[in-house]
């Protein structure tokens, strides 16, 4: 099976606009999340995606969406873009078991923010 | 608040070497305790994951040590080699549906020195 393929991998934004990633998940999965990671913070959850409705959500503030087709590729968007936003942005699928616990981690798509 | 501790924040071993990374945490309702390994430039990937209701899971050179009374779990890493010089994440999760999100480490430098 294919893995987490996350586009674009390299993203240069300046201050105030928005952006918006892409992540599909390994084929049959249903679960997504979103993780930040930076070398202050490290990883941190965002929110999670299953059938197309957010059921956990991280401690970020509301410039962070995201949302779920039904074909369980997500996005996530971040609006009004701040050099702290600068990061790592990685996507995990879980499999179609909702208590599935294993994540797997796409490559990532780094962010800068200038 | 850091909900899952980590530590050393660097590790350098000799090739052959045994490598041992360490981390605790204070939520007793996680029963989910994952390691991952991330090498530069690629998201994390899954290296071996323990319940509680064991206390030592093996797979090839990778062994969890998992200590339910004193909240702590360590990965061993034996006959560590070069190819091993990544960062390591230990993590955790909690089992409540639509609650799939995993509290990260700090994670650890490994470097194996030829």
């Known amino acids: 099976k294919a893995g987490v393929t996350q586009t674009p991998r390299y993203l240069i934004k300046t201050r105030g606009q928005q952006v918006t990633l892409s992540c599909s998940p390994i084929?049959?999965?249903?679960?997504v999340s979103w993780y930040q990671q930076t070398p202050g913070q490290g990883l941190q959850f965002l929110f999670e995606?299953?059938?197309?409705?957010?059921?956990n959500k991280g401690n970020f503030p509301g410039r962070f969406s995201g949302r779920q087709f039904s074909n369980s590729r997500s996005e996530m968007n971040v609006s009004t873009l701040e050099l702290g936003d600068s990061a790592l942005y990685l996507c995990?699928?879980?499999?179609?078991?909702?208590?599935?616990?294993?994540?797997?981690f796409g490559p990532g798509t780094r962010l800068t923010v200038l | 608040q850091q909900q899952v501790k980590q530590s050393p924040q660097s590790l350098i071993v000799q090739k052959g070497g045994i490598s041992i990374i360490n981390c605790a945490y204070e939520?007793?309702?996680?029963?989910?305790f994952p390691w991952y390994q991330q090498f530069p430039g690629k998201g994390p990937a899954l290296l071996i994951a323990?319940?509680?209701?064991?206390s030592e899971k093996k797979e090839g050179r990778f062994t969890i040590s998992f200590n339910k009374s004193a909240k702590q779990f360590s990965l061993h890493i034996m006959d560590s080699q070069p190819g091993d010089s990544a960062t390591y994440f230990c993590?955790?999760?909690?089992?409540?549906?639509?609650?799939?999100?995993?509290?990260f480490g700090t994670g650890t430098r490994l470097t194996v020195i030829p």
């Open positions: 995990a699928s879980s499999g179609g078991d909702p208590l599935s616990r294993t994540q797997y």
């Open positions: 084929s049959g999965h249903r679960s």
């Open positions: 995606y299953f059938s197309e409705t957010q059921r």
């Open positions: 939520n007793t309702a996680f029963d989910y």
């Open positions: 323990i319940r509680p209701d064991v």
């Open positions: 993590a955790a999760s909690i089992p409540v549906p639509g609650a799939n999100n995993l509290f």
